[in-house]
């Protein structure tokens, strides 16, 4: 049966149309075809611009790739020239230095891992190091930001700084519930952290996807509170009492550190949903309430056995035996009560 009302039997009617506009009537939905598309979608992009601009996110719309670290990921500390340590320091993970040979300060600070002075691991490390440093450099900047990071909040993407960077104050890394956002930050110059600043992650946000790419030097100030990788061409200072969740690596200059804990980040999988789960029995067996006392142990024997002992008990008296067991406990007992038969006669 034809259906009239379809665009095919239309033009068939009509007797007008090729095979091309009749492919393009047929295929596409009639939703898209009216007029004001353009309109509507440019609406959409202006409401979204006003949301984020209300809740001070800034949005990035390119994918960010994050940065492999190879041989340098399991480094908490890694230098070129020295590595130097005043205070109790505490450093979780790796601690590496290449070409230099000098590092100083451990004791009184401590090392939960490997020193690595210019042996063949640091030097692998500094090579990966420079490749790392290359890939977070020429990344394409999903936005542009402003000298000081303070008092915003960033999603995930690419933000570059023509000149130093600095902060004042908190950061905030919104990671939108992914916990694979990457955040690379572009330093042309140097990075200067004030007293208290902090790096705060959220929504999935994690230390080990935060990436600081720095042009020069970079400078932690006292009590900053810091999160992520730094990667600084020439050198890395820790002020008194700031704290590193990430990685301190320095290319070609020292690493300087002042009563610090720096830890290397872990990164956190989701634990896996099991894909079928376990079925529930639909009748479920009905407990007891009161539990079935236990019977009390027998140490007799059974019933089949009792009654040939006493019988065999009995006959031994008639011959005038003790008992069954010392048959011969007195003199008138005989073997011969053993042939007698168990019913008379």
Not at 247 to 275: E, S
Not at 292 to 301: A, E, I, Q, T, V
Request: include cysteine.
């Amino acid at each position: 049966m034809t259906n009239h009302h379809s665009p095919v039997s239309r033009l068939s009617r009509e007797g007008k149309g090729s095979r091309e506009e009749r492919r393009r009537e047929t295929s596409s939905p009639r939703a898209i075809r009216g007029p004001g598309l353009g309109s509507l979608a440019g609406a959409f992009a202006a409401v979204a611009a006003v949301s984020l601009g209300v809740f001070g996110v800034t949005a990035v719309t390119a994918a960010t790739t994050s940065v492999g670290l190879g041989t340098a990921s399991p480094f908490a500390v890694l230098a070129g020239s020295t590595i130097t340590n005043t205070g109790s320091s505490v450093i979780t993970g790796d601690v590496g230095l290449s070409p230099g040979t000098s590092i100083t300060g451990f004791p009184p600070g401590t090392i939960s891992g490997t020193q690595h002075i210019a042996d063949a691991t640091a030097v692998t490390a500094q090579t990966d190091l420079t490749t790392a440093y290359l890939n977070a450099a020429g990344q394409t900047p999903t936005a542009t930001v402003s000298a000081d990071l303070g008092g915003t909040t960033l999603a995930p993407g690419v933000y570059r700084s023509t000149s130093s960077m600095a902060l004042t104050g908190t950061v905030t890394l919104n990671a939108g519930g992914d916990a694979s956002a990457v955040f690379i930050f572009q330093a042309a110059s140097t990075l200067t952290t004030a007293s208290s600043a902090s790096v705060v992650l959220e929504n999935g946000a994690q230390a080990c996807n935060v990436f600081w790419q720095v042009g020069s030097s970079a400078t932690l100030g006292t009590t900053t509170n810091f999160a992520g990788t730094v990667l600084a061409l020439t050198s890395v200072t820790l002020d008194t009492g700031a704290t590193v969740s990430g990685r301190v690596l320095a290319r070609n200059g020292a690493v300087t550190l002042d009563d610090n804990h720096v830890t290397r980040p872990r990164r956190r999988h989701p634990r896996p949903r099991r894909r079928h789960p376990r079925p529930r029995r639909r009748h479920p067996r009905p407990r007891r309430r009161h539990p079935r006392p236990r019977r009390p142990f027998r140490s007799f024997p059974p019933a089949h056995r009792r009654r040939a002992s006493v019988e065999r008990q009995a006959r031994a008296r008639l011959h005038g035996c003790r008992s069954a067991s010392a048959p011969r406990a007195s003199p008138r007992c005989s073997e011969s009560w053993r042939t007698v038969p168990e019913s008379g006669g």
